[in-house]
Nanobody, 120 residues
């Protein structure tokens, strides 16, 4: 298995920024960030494969950036211009897909989550 530990969540005002981190025990084929708000379904936010190819949800394009430090086995999500609708529990996930995907069903391992709250 691939243990994942997220960090970096917190409370921020609308328009602010946060950077989430996900520490893994080893490298993965593909990794992604997902979020889930109370009463809503889990939503893919951004994903990246081992070659650096990325994909973003429409709601994240232009505001969020996913990146990875392969030497540290760490995944990042830089979130700028945050909106109240970004409020959710954010999860890091890893899978064995050869290309990044926002489909949560294709990921095998999940972190415990880190809470992001954006106030208006």
């Amino acid at each position: 298995q691939v243990p994942l530990v997220e960090s970096g969540g917190g409370s921020v005002q609308a328009g602010g920024s946060l950077r989430l981190s996900c520490a893994a025990s080893r490298s993965s084929f593909s990794m992604g960030w997902f979020r889930q708000a109370p009463g809503k379904e889990r939503e893919g936010v951004a994903a990246i494969d081992k070659d650096g190819r990325t994909t973003y949800a429409d709601s994240a394009k232009g505001r969020f950036t996913i990146s990875q430090d392969k030497r540290k086995n760490t995944l990042y999500l830089q979130m700028n211009s945050l909106k109240p609708e970004d409020t959710a529990m954010y999860y890091c996930a890893s899978g064995v897909l050869r290309r990044p995907t926002l489909n949560a069903d294709h990921y095998n391992y999940w972190g415990q989550g880190t809470q992001v709250t954006v106030s208006s």
